[in-house]
């Protein structure tokens, strides 16, 4: 089973709350797209590891994703060791995926940060036929996507490009709320973090508002890329008029 991008997020719902209209574009593009987390998200204030399970795989059909994989590495302990490193790499190898998108290097949440070092190593050693690995007992194939990118979580970067995203921004939100344990709930008797508090699913709109004007559209998804990209004409950008 192949992907044409795999998307890699610690947590059961980062991918959602950074690009899952990005996601959705390239789901409705034909493209084969296939999401992973590396923890359950068991050191969540809220929800727990079924619950979130259940929300993963809602997002997932939402969004049009049949892949969906969980590497299960200790949630707080998303570390830079050869176990870990060997998952990720495995799972590369798998779907051998064109494209990667992983969180940036700068980021609030440890488990972010880690994991973004942990997938660029996997990213690069992947490539490496000397490196062995196996599945289900069978020897795997080197294999290095040709590239990866990172998307934004809580700290901003200067984005090395904006995805328009105002026609999948619906389908977005649809899928963020599908993790519902970790929002605002009147009735919930869990204590209140950052993503429960009444107006962060405000703020996650107005974001992307900001990131969508920067290019004279709706919504915007920004991204971060390691090297120059290329484009075959100036026409295929999206600018912003005035």
């Known amino acids: 089973m192949h992907a044409d991008v795999l998307v890699i997020g610690a947590h059961p719902d980062d991918i ?15 493209r084969s797209v296939a999401m992973a987390e590396l923890t359950e998200g068991e050191l969540g204030t809220r929800g727990n590891r079924i619950i979130r399970r259940r929300e993963a795989a809602a997002a997932a059909r939402i969004l049009g994703v049949t892949i969906r994989r969980n590497l299960r590495i ?20 798998e779907l051998r995926p064109s494209l990667l998108i992983i ?27 000397k490196l062995e690995t196996r599945i289900h007992g069978v020897p795997q194939k080197p294999f290095r ?10 700290f901003e970067f200067q984005p090395s490009f904006i995805v328009d995203v105002t026609d999948e921004f619906d389908v977005r939100m649809a ?42 559209v709706r919504y915007g998804e920004p991204f971060h890329a390691s090297v120059p990209l290329g484009v075959k004409s100036p026409f295929d950008l999206v600018l912003s008029r005035g």
């Not at 959602?16 to 034909?30: D, F, I, M, P």
């Not at 869990?190 to 405000?202: A, I, Q």
């Open 16 to 30: 959602e709350l950074s690009c899952a209209g990005t996601v959705a574009k390239l789901v409705r593009q034909g």
């Open 74 to 93: 200790p949630d707080g302990r998303v570390e830079l060791n050869r176990k870990n490193l060997l998952k990720v790499i495995t799972l590369i190898r």
């Open 103 to 129: 969180p940036h290097s700068r980021e609030r949440h440890p488990d972010h940060e880690h994991t973004h070092f942990l997938c660029k190593e996997a990213w690069f050693y992947a490539g490496l036929r």
């Open 145 to 154: 996507p040709d590239n990866y990118i990172t998307f934004m979580q809580k």
């Open 175 to 216: 899928a963020i709320r599908a993790h519902a344990s970790q929002f605002h709930n009147p009735h919930s008797k869990d204590p209140e973090t950052l993503l429960s508090k009444p107006e962060f699913l405000d703020h996650i709109r107005i974001r992307a508002e900001y990131f969508g004007q920067m290019i004279g």
